[in-house]
């Protein structure tokens, strides 16, 4: 039974028959604690992290203290590596929690709660989280790690979060740290809409395709996030989509992302943008004001999009705005198939509006930042920073443009050393994921 405080319960009474939402609640949940907690406290805080999802309701907060979780449900029985933690209302998920906070703010260190698949000498999970409902989840500051959903009977994809039947994710402040799956081994989601921002995905690796995500006729937006040795055996080393979610545009909105050392086995290294035949629209990805330098595939160091001459109105389709492309393998392929290229440094060049080929100068070579001075400063075009559209602020303002870079600098800003390029009024943007 839903606990409902004093206060609220005479306001309902006194409100006659008018419907009034239930309060959002609060649960919370420790590792260390004992087991008979009921989560409305720190003091008698659960010890088990789908204690609190099964108490929760739609618009509910779970807080975490920082610390491993594994999980224990059995999706299907008797088998242990079906063990999911499995997320079937539309919760908020928050990590990293010292274990006094009285705000949803955690002050442990971040990304600290680990959602961990590894479940000792008995085995690894196939998924460490399963979605299952079409409310909107969101799960912010931890890092999942550990899922193989490569042997998953089942389903091959997803081994940190498995999303297959719809509904809305957003992922925050996430890290995906070496998961497996035959495709999509970090995130593998269908017919879905995700909002993913200031995430981390590191050495996660796909047997086939989508070395982190895979998305099958979904949408949504991908901001200020970094890819890292992430790897496929087929295509999209990093992120693969084919389709998109019926009544949008486009498949995938990636902004402000740096793409490094990501790797696919013969397409398109850090995307893959599949066509789909049929009455589902070929995938449709915008990738503006991004880095991708050091990735390698054989065809598409940087993206790919599927090019099927016979059947044109199916292949996949990738606009390219103000982004640095640089130094990764065969050059004269980092962009393969359709690629609507504007405002970008492309080494060897790129047919399109604004476009370079003259090196970034990056200020530290592992970083993909721009140095002062370097031509791709004050060289873009503001129009996709202009809006908003994933309220990546969170101030409820989606008309607004995006004031700032994948670190928190602001964008926008000059660079007096260099001579200002784009479009269209000073102070310019730069290309790539960072202003300097
Ligand atoms: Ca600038
Ligand atoms: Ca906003
Ligand atoms: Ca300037």
């Not at 999706?75 to 274990?99: D, E, H, K, Y």
């Not at 017919?191 to 949504?220: D, E, K, M, P, Q």
């Amino acid at each position: 039974m839903r606990l409902v405080p004093l206060v609220c319960s005479l306001a309902i009474l006194a409100s006659s028959a008018e419907a009034l939402p239930l309060p959002q609640s609060v649960y919370r949940v420790d590792y260390g604690a004992p087991s008979n907690g009921d989560g409305l406290s720190w003091a008698t805080a659960f010890q088990h992290l789908d204690d609190a999802i099964a108490a929760a309701f739609d618009g509910d907060e779970i807080w975490v203290t920082s610390g491993t979780y594994r999980p224990r449900v059995e999706t299907q029985p008797g088998i242990l590596s079906s063990s999911s933690i499995v997320i079937n209302r539309g919760v908020r998920i928050i990590g990293s929690f010292a274990g006094n906070e009285t705000t949803h703010t955690p002050t442990g260190p971040s990304r600290s709660t680990s959602l961990d698949g590894n479940l000792g000498f008995i085995g690894t999970a196939f998924h460490v989280v399963t979605i299952q409902t079409a409310s909107k989840v969101r799960i912010e500051n931890c890092t999942i790690l550990g899922g193989q959903a490569q042997s998953d009977p089942t389903n091959d994809g997803g081994g940190g979060i498995t999303m297959l039947n719809g509904g809305a994710l957003m992922l925050v402040d996430d890290e995906f740290f070496v998961c497996d799956a035959a495709n999509g081994a970090a995130l593998d989601a269908a017919s879905a809409f995700v909002n993913i921002r200031n995430c981390l995905f590191t050495y996660n690796n796909a047997a086939n395709g989508g070395g982190a995500i895979r998305l099958a006729n979904s949408s949504g937006f991908l901001y200020f996030s970094r890819f890292e040795l992430n790897s496929a055996g087929v295509r999209g080393g990093a992120i693969h989509t084919s389709g998109l979610l019926s009544g949008q545009s486009d498949t995938l909105s990636v902004v402000g992302c740096v793409f490094n050392g990501n790797v696919a086995g013969t397409e398109g290294a850090c995307g893959y943008v599949e066509g789909v035949v049929g009455a589902i629209p070929a995938a449709r990805m915008r990738w503006s004001s991004c880095t991708f330098f050091g990735n390698d595939a054989p065809a598409g160091g940087a993206i790919a999009a599927e090019y099927n001459p016979s059947q044109p109105a199916n292949m996949g389709v990738s606009f390219v705005t103000n982004c640095i492309i640089w130094n990764n393998s065969y050059i004269k392929h980092q962009l393969a198939g359709r690629q609507f290229v504007e405002y970008s440094c492309v080494q060897l060049g790129h047919p399109g509006v604004g476009n370079l080929s003259v090196k970034p100068t990056f200020l530290d070579p592992t970083t993909g930042e721009q140095d002062w001075g370097s031509v791709t400063n004050d060289a873009g075009h503001y129009l996709p920073l202009n809006d908003d559209p994933a309220d990546v602020d969170e101030d409820g303002v989606t008309a607004e443009p995006i004031a700032f870079d994948l670190v928190g600098n602001p964008r926008f800003a000059d660079d007096p050393s260099v001579v200002d390029t784009g479009c269209c009024s000073a102070p310019m943007c730069d290309m790539g994921a960072f202003e300097r």
